[in-house]
């Protein structure tokens, strides 16, 4: 028979795996408190480097679970070791991706569309709300996907988010010499192949809701005259299978007409809407988004339509705060 002195003891045991589980909970009730603060800015750091909301999501639920295993207290500055390894992941995907399009049946690339960012357009001070912190052009995404896996890196961290070149060279295993060249480069060439854009949004509605009156009334002529001569049509995978495109990538002022004729249907559920940093439209049909046309104008003109229908990425997107 055991003794008042060995249940005592089991009693006192007992109670301290309870105080330390307890200690362990509150410990990671906090990291989780701590991680949320990030939560944000890794989202954006991600949703720049990878142009997929649903990828910028596991890469953030990923950063998470390296934390989770690592020893947290002795990370001095939680935000910058987040927002590095959250880079070191999406460098990773972005690799895989490469290597992906290297395969025979990889077609496609360049008519790639990233996922777009939908509100609805300010009624007050328009300028403020396009530069809002998650506010990246679809256009500059596009270049973004052109460039090599490290450059867009070097890019994103230190020239979007201020991340020096010591803490990126770590994660591309350059020196901080050869990864400020990288992201050099990168700049340059997002230089020189982002488009000029109107930065008004007011004048850039007026040109949106002029290509959606000529869609709606079939007027070919009005279409062609609210498009710039060299105007590019960038249409996703599923668009085409819909009938918004006649091919994945259009070029010219009449070609690009011909093919937005096959997005006259869809012209009537169009609402004018802020797709990330400039107005474009989405279509809505019983609640559910059809297609999201992103839009850049220059001198009045529409110099390229970037258009999203896949079904199953367009069913991520929320338009229930989007006015008719």
């Not at 490469?98 to 509100?119: I, K, Q, Y």
């Not at 052109?146 to 770590?170: Q, T």
Request: charged residues 30%; proline residues 5%; contains cysteine.
């Amino acid at each position: 028979m055991r003794g008042q002195g060995d249940m005592r003891g089991e009693r006192d045991v007992r109670g301290e795996q309870d105080a330390r589980r307890q200690r362990d909970a509150r410990g990671q009730q906090r990291l989780a408190e701590r991680f949320e603060e990030h939560r944000g800015q890794l989202k954006a750091v991600a949703y720049r480097m990878l142009g997929s909301l649903a990828e910028a999501e596991d890469a953030v639920q990923e950063a998470w679970l390296r934390l989770d295993r690592s020893e947290a207290d002795g990370i001095d500055n939680l935000g910058a070791w987040l927002t590095t390894v959250t880079g070191r992941i999406c460098l990773d995907l972005l690799r895989s991706r490469t290597a992906r399009r290297e395969e025979p049946m990889t077609e496609g690339f360049d008519s790639f569309v990233p996922d777009p960012v939908l509100r609805a357009l300010p009624r007050a001070d328009p300028e403020a709300e396009a530069l809002h912190t998650d506010s990246v052009g679809i256009a500059l995404l596009v270049v973004l996907e052109r460039l090599e896996p490290a450059e867009r890196l070097a890019f994103v961290l230190h020239d979007m988010f201020a991340v020096p070149f010591d803490d990126i060279a770590g994660v591309v295993e350059r020196s901080p010499a050869a990864t400020r060249q990288l992201a050099s480069r990168a700049r340059r060439r997002v230089r020189d192949a982002t488009p000029a854009a109107e930065p008004d949004l007011g004048r850039q509605r007026r040109v949106v809701e002029a290509f959606l009156a000529a869609s709606r009334a079939g007027d070919f002529e009005a279409l062609v005259s609210v498009l710039h001569p060299d105007v590019v049509l960038r249409a996703d995978a599923g668009a085409p299978a819909r009938g918004v495109a006649a091919s994945k990538v259009v070029r010219g002022a009449r070609t690009v007409a011909t093919g937005a004729f096959h997005f006259r249907h869809l012209a009537p559920l169009a609402r004018v809407v802020l797709v990330n940093d400039a107005v474009g439209t989405v279509a809505v049909s019983d609640g559910r988004p059809v297609s999201v046309t992103y839009v850049t104008v220059a001198d009045g003109l529409i110099t390229g339509l970037y258009i999203l229908s896949d079904p199953e990425r367009l069913a991520g997107l929320d338009v229930s705060g989007l006015e008719a």
